[in-house]
Every structure is written in structure tokens, then in C-alpha cells.
């Protein structure tokens, strides 16, 4: 994943070795809740980790004390109207 801001302001941090792709939820602020900006990034990470062949494990922690408090109720109170994602 190319690194398009410094890694204290990214949402998803990545780090590849040998054959597992670690991927950390970096939102610690907020209990790394998922945000729209977040879950884009996730899911962008993991189509991308799907079309590489080096790399057979994935594996998904958070940085700070929790691993995910799940979707950002914030964002959502504050944007009533915005569709979030599309399944």
C-alpha cells in the first residue's frame, strides 16, 4: 500500500514480512472505530494484499488499547444523511 500520508495521520498502517501482511486500525483517539475513511483504506489494503502472491496471511490488530469499537457513531450522527458504504 503506498504510503500517501506520514504514518502518524494514516488510518491503516501496513507492514509486510516474509508472508504476512500486518495491518494495524490506526485510530486510537477514537478506539480506532471505523470510519468511512477507514473502512476504504481497509478494504482497499485487503484488495490489493488478494492480487499479491507473496503474501498468504493477513493479520489485523489496533493500535492504542482496543482493537475496535466498531462504526464510528460519531461520524454517522454527524452526517445523518451520508451513505456510509454499499454492500
Known amino acids: ?7 502518524s495521520e494514516a488510518v491503516l ?4 514480512q516474509d508472508q504476512v501482511a500486518w495491518l ?3 485510530r486510537p483517539e477514537a478506539r480506532n472505530a471505523l470510519s468511512v475513511g477507514l473502512m ?7 484488495d490489493a ?7 498468504r496471511v ?3 490488530g489496533g493500535a492504542g488499547p482496543a482493537f475496535c469499537a466498531g462504526h464510528d457513531l460519531r461520524e454517522i450522527r454527524t452526517n445523518p444523511g451520508r451513505q456510509s458504504y454499499e454492500a
Do not use: F, K, Y
Open 40 to 46: 476504504t483504506a481497509l478494504e482497499e489494503a485487503l
Open 13 to 16: 498502517l501496513r507492514r509486510d
Open 24 to 26: 494495524t486500525l490506526n
Open 49 to 55: 494484499i488478494g492480487r499479491d502472491a507473496s503474501v
Open 58 to 60: 493477513v493479520v489485523i
Open 1 to 7: 500500500m503506498p504510503d500517501t500520508q506520514p504514518a
